[in-house]
């Protein structure tokens, strides 16, 4: 019976592992860039099976609703609101020596790591005279939220800084259209590209009045 | 139980697909969604050491937490300066503003 239940895990675990290699190529090379942030998103969410596997319920609930509901949902947004990036037809293919470059190179660094995570003693690392903490959901929130709250309260101070962040940087963003920064920071704005429709001074005086126009 | 060293080489897996997205890709977008490829690949690492490991399950899990909302938030912030790049060339491709310079310079 247990020789059937290690079997059944490990035809899971491949299962998984082969689904999540395969949407996560998907979501890099899928033509259209809204297919490959849904690509994206259902990866996210088929690695919570990973975390479930490693029974850390958790971990597997947050993934799916942080990854798949709020980042891939924020990528997605953010494709919808950049019109150019909708477009497939404008993204520049890699040119064959850039896919050579990058294949060297994640295929060096998949080596080595597998190299290492199969050759390195892990076990022998690990203190075997501790017992196993048991993986359940009420002790683990009972450790974060009475006993280390800094954790909670560091994400929430991150979330603050981050959200503050952003808004400032659309901000400037916006102050730096309207009139150059230069006593601040020493930087001038670039000047708005000339349209050919500014009106001059010269211009506002030919023009003539229309209320005058109409008395005359 | 399955060994760690399969969940190991899992996570570099990703990591490496991560990393060929980063290095070929020229689209801003397909390179924030190589970089959360990468950062998935890393949560599987530290989910698998912090429970292989009791010692530091709890610890381990607490800072996956810490790990997945730094991403969301890293994340939006990456979505400010995209959109902010969009607004100031035009495109979300990275090479366009360095092949515009080369240009003005010749």
Do not use: C
């Amino acid at each position: 019976m247990q020789g059937f239940e290690v079997l059944f895990e490990s035809i899971e675990f491949l299962l998984i592992a082969g689904i999540v290699l395969l949407l996560a190529y998907l979501a890099l090379e899928a033509k259209d860039i809204v297919y490959a942030a849904f690509f994206f998103g259902l990866m996210a969410s088929v690695v919570a099976g990973f975390f479930l596997l490693l029974e850390a319920p958790f971990i597997a609930g947050m993934q799916i609703a942080v990854y798949t509901g709020g980042i891939s949902a924020l990528i997605i947004f953010g494709v919808l609101l950049l019109p150019r990036a909708q477009d497939s037809s404008l993204e520049v293919l890699p040119t064959g020596r850039a896919r050579n470059v990058g294949l060297l190179l994640s295929g060096v660094v998949v080596a080595l790591s597998a190299t290492l995570a199969f050759v390195f003693p892990w076990y022998e690392t690990f203190d075997e005279s501790v017992v196993a903490i048991s993986q359940d959901l009420q002790a683990l929130a009972e450790w974060l939220w009475s006993g280390h709250g800094v954790y909670v309260q560091i994400i929430a101070l991150t979330i603050l800084v981050t959200l503050v962040g952003a808004i400032e940087i659309m901000k400037m963003e916006k102050a730096e259209r309207l009139s150059p920064l230069k006593a601040d920071f020493g930087i001038e704005a670039e000047p708005e590209p000339e349209t050919g429709l500014e009106k001059t001074e010269k211009d506002e005086e030919d023009v003539p009045d229309p209320e005058e126009a109409d008395n005359e | 139980m399955i060994p760690l060293s399969w969940y190991l080489v899992m996570a570099f897996m990703l990591i490496g697909l991560g990393i060929y997205g980063m290095v070929t890709k020229r689209s801003l977008i397909r390179i924030l969604i190589s970089a959360e490829i990468i950062g998935n690949g890393v949560n599987i690492a530290l989910v698998a050491f912090a429970i292989y490991n009791p010692v530091y399950s709890y610890v381990g899990q607490g800072l996956i937490i810490l790990v997945i909302s730094v991403a969301a938030a890293h994340t939006a912030l990456a979505m400010v300066l995209m959109l902010m790049y969009h607004r100031r060339y035009h495109t979300v491709d990275l090479g366009v503003p360095i092949a515009r310079e080369v240009h003005s310079n010749e």
